[in-house]
């Protein structure tokens, strides 16, 4: 059993800067990929950013250049650094991590708006 606790969210306006962090607890938690969803109003879950167990990303097209996922194993904990936030980029964020099965986080509401 994996538990996820997420930190981070918030309000800011377009053009600034956020950073989530996810806090994993429960065995095993290095060999898990590790990542982040968001499911904005009326639409779909999908991934923003994801971590494998080694080190190589994957990022939603729209977020390339702008996002950075990274984790550290010493601590459990993956982070999503958000910059040049958009409007669009609204939605409740997940945290996510999955090895043979997956668990997700409670999510936290970023809102970009000025």
């Known amino acids: 059993q994996v538990q996820l606790v997420e930190s981070g969210g918030g309000l800011v306006q377009p053009g600034g800067s956020l950073r989530l962090s996810c806090a994993a607890s429960?065995?095993?938690?290095?060999?898990?990929?590790m990542g982040w969803y968001r499911q904005a109003p009326g639409k779909q879950r999908e991934l923003v950013a994801i971590?494998?167990?080694?080190?190589?990303?994957n990022y939603v097209e729209s977020v390339k250049g702008r996002f950075t996922v990274s984790r550290d194993n010493a601590k459990y904990t993956v982070y999503l650094q958000m910059n040049s936030l958009k409007p669009e980029d609204t939605a409740v964020y997940y945290c996510?991590?999955?090895?043979?099965?997956?668990?997700w986080g409670q999510g936290t509401q970023v809102t970009v708006s000025s």
């Open positions: 429960g065995s095993n938690v290095r060999i898990y990929a």
């Open positions: 996510y991590a999955g090895h043979l099965q997956g668990y």
């Open positions: 971590v494998s167990s080694g080190g190589s990303t």
